[in-house]
């Protein structure tokens, strides 16, 4: 095993974990400010990809594709909510109906199961080629940084507006909010469309990135983007406590997941078992909260025996 292999794909590794962040992002606000398991996002990331490929493909400029492969998200998002709460469907099985549908609209989209762009004959905005050897204003890791940077920015200022702060009343505690005259069905549809929409931005960005839209693309999406949550609020959560920082730590848990990942391909791991990996990781981290309340936690003992005694 050569140390420099690895050592030169650690900052492919660090953008393509930059990429993902913008998707565990979204997974936030579903899973943690709305409290909501969303899997819509499995479908969405494709939409997104697929969305912008095929609009640069038809002559688009990258930043009109971003856009209405971002405003494609917001739609799917619309979908689950709507499913939700006019339908009266489970928020997991309104995504999932939703996925299961965004598959057909992928293919449409694409026309068949996958579609390349070539980096030579397209202005794209990122791209695998842009890690080394390009003007730092082009390089793939300052431009998704960036990225990340404004979108955090933009989470900030909105959640703390009145109605960004209703939908974090919403998945606080839903009949609290109701009784303060909160419309929750409203805050909850709006919540999962921001969600699908960032999903859909990371999608735009993959397929720019890897060079295409493939209808598999978005497949395990949703456990990436838990273990880039839960790993993040893992290590930062004691230092990490403002929204805008635990945004950011969602990001920084992404990118330490592919890092991860990447020195297990290093120690030449079966890349068939790289999603059992995923799945043992998100599980562990998971367990870590109720493992310390299980067993690291002593248990309070009431002083001045029992009164009633």
């Not at 397209?122 to 003007?135: A, H, N």
Request: charged share 10%.
């Amino acid at each position: 095993m050569d140390i420099m292999s690895l050592v030169n794909a650690l900052p492919g590794a660090a953008a393509q974990g930059l990429i993902w962040a913008i998707m565990a992002i979204g997974v936030y606000i579903t899973y943690r400010v709305l409290d909501i398991a969303d899997l819509t996002v499995d479908g969405t990331l494709c939409t997104g990809g697929a969305v912008c490929i095929m609009c640069m493909l038809n002559g688009c400029n990258v930043w009109v594709a971003i856009l209405a492969a971002t405003c494609a998200g917001l739609l799917a998002g619309l979908v689950t909510g709507i499913f939700h709460t006019f339908m009266g469907i489970q928020a997991i099985l309104a995504g999932i109906l939703t996925q299961l549908a965004l598959w057909s609209v992928n293919l449409k989209i694409m026309g068949k199961s996958n579609q390349a762009i070539n980096v030579d004959k397209y202005d794209l905005l990122v791209s695998l080629r842009f890690i080394k050897d390009v003007p730092f204003y082009r390089n793939t890791i300052l431009v998704v940084a960036v990225v990340i940077a404004v979108v955090i920015g933009i989470l900030y200022w909105f959640f703390g507006t009145e109605l960004g702060c209703g939908i974090r009343a919403t998945g606080c505690n839903s009949n609290m909010a109701r009784a303060q005259g909160i419309n929750t069905n409203f805050n909850k549809v709006i919540g999962l469309m921001i969600s699908n929409g960032l999903v859909a931005l990371s999608g735009a960005l993959l397929a720019q990135y890897q060079g295409f839209a493939d209808i598999n693309m978005g497949r395990g999406a949703i456990v990436i983007g838990l273990a880039a949550v839960i790993i993040g609020e893992a290590i930062f959560s004691k230092i990490f406590r403002n929204f805008a920082l635990k945004l950011l730590s969602v990001a920084f848990g992404s990118i330490i997941y592919y890092l991860v990942l990447q020195v297990v391909i290093w120690f030449k791991v079966d890349t068939d078992m790289l999603k059992m990996f995923s799945a043992v990781v998100v599980a562990i981290f998971l367990a870590i909260p109720y493992w310390k309340r299980l067993y690291f936690t002593k248990p309070t003992v009431r002083k001045g025996g029992n009164p009633n005694a």
